[in-house]
């Protein structure tokens, strides 16, 4: 998955860059939820460097 163009859909909504970076963790959450649910057991995330430490996405353990 590759954590990228969130803050510029964001500003094309004209919201804060931090709008569209929450809406796009959100998504990733969504998104490794339903992986879980496939019996996916690993998902590799690429984000820009300045968001590394911005964004924490939490997924519940299985049965949750």
Do not use: C, S
């Not at 970076?21 to 339903?34: E, K, M």
């Amino acid at each position: 998955i590759i954590m990228d163009g969130n803050g510029r859909w964001a500003q094309k909504q004209k919201q804060k860059r931090t709008f569209g970076h929450f809406h796009g963790a959100q998504n990733v959450r969504d998104i490794a939820l339903a992986a879980q649910d496939l019996g996916i057991q690993t998902l590799t995330l690429y984000i820009p460097e300045p968001l590394i430490t911005a964004i924490r996405v939490q997924i519940p353990p299985p049965g949750k």
